[in-house]
């Protein structure tokens, strides 16, 4: 299969400062491209994904690789980091990484409700074990407020309220099931207006459904507030995020946080962007707990 490209793989793994036998946590497993690096330069590595399907497939990769035996899979939420250092790891970290949003085949895979593309499902959810509230829910039965609400506030859509109007006159006439239907809507809606936008006009509302589906923000929150306790006096913590309003919940816990040393941020370089361009809206911020 084709794996997941992790993004500000060299700048991450030097910002970590990887040491034989020390105790790292990815706190976003993924496809297991970060732990890798750490898993080749010694480090021990539990490796933590709220996705069964991406946990399987990290810890089947690393198998292959020969580094079983320096890997630890979580499934977890890694806002219950504190807990998982506490009761399952016994002893305080070396370092974090966090790389957040999606990986590629949740992005783009049949049946999850992340993609434009998805004909059989709006759902949206990293863990369909262990969440409630689907994307589908959320469009389906959320009344105007609510909906303009999350439009307008996560996605930042300006045209919030003619949009809602539409989704309620469509889902009147037959419950929107799936992730194309969807974005079929908001098309329409656009083009019948002949206006005009650089990208899909359906990503913004995607991602503000994605963030409120999985709770994004408020994990994010309570991941950095538990760095602080699990993390080594001198450890690093990296991460990285693809949204703005992700990096502005970062800068502005470093900015509160005296124990935080906060280092510059990092971008993808003109070659990474050319090779993946997915990283073109990556940023890495990476702090070392003092
Ligand atoms: C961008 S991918 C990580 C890719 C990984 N660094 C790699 O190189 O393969 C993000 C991963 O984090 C997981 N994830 C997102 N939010 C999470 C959370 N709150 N707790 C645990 N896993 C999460 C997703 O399921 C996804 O597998």
Redesign the pocket.
């Known amino acids: 299969m084709d794996?997941?490209i992790?993004v500000l793989?060299t700048e991450t793994i030097d910002l970590l400062n990887v040491q034989p036998d020390k105790i790292y946590v990815?706190?976003?497993?993924?496809?297991?491209?970060?732990?890798l690096e750490i898993l080749k330069k010694g480090g021990l590595v539990y490796g933590?994904?709220?996705?069964p399907q991406?946990l399987e497939i990290?810890t089947n990769r690393i198998k292959e690789a020969g580094f079983k035996n320096h890997f630890f899979p979580v499934h977890?939420?890694?806002?219950e980091l504190e807990n998982i250092v506490t009761n399952q790891i016994k002893q305080k970290i070396d370092g974090l990484i966090i790389?957040?949003?999606?990986?590629q085949n949740?992005q783009t895979g049949q049946g999850r409700g992340f993609s434009f593309n998805d004909e059989s499902s709006l759902d949206m959810r990293?863990d369909p074990e262990n969440q409630e509230l689907t994307a589908e829910e959320i469009i389906n039965t959320y009344d105007y407020d609510e909906l303009f609400e999350i439009f307008s506030k996560y996605a930042q859509e300006i045209y919030s309220k003619p949009i809602v109007l539409r989704i309620i006159s469509e889902r009147q006439k037959s419950p929107i099931k799936t992730a194309t239907r969807l974005a079929n809507i908001i098309r329409d809606f656009y083009k019948d207006r002949h206006i005009r936008s650089k990208i899909d006009p359906s990503t913004k509302i995607f991602m503000a459904l994605r963030i409120i589906v999985?709770d994004?923000f408020e994990?994010l929150k309570k991941l950095l507030i538990q760095s602080l306790n699990v993390v080594k006096k001198d450890g690093k913590v990296c991460i990285i995020t693809f949204h703005s309003g992700e990096d502005r919940i970062v800068k502005l816990f470093l900015n509160q946080n005296p124990l935080c040393q906060a280092e510059k941020s990092v971008k993808a370089s003109f070659e990474e962007i050319k090779k993946n361009p997915l990283s073109r809206s990556a940023t890495l911020r990476s702090y070392r707990i003092v």
Do not use: K, M
């Open positions: 794996f997941h992790p793989s990815d706190g976003t497993l993924g496809h297991g491209g970060h732990t933590i994904d709220q996705d991406n990290a977890n939420n890694f806002n790389d957040l949003g999606l990986s949740q990293l999985n994004e994990n």
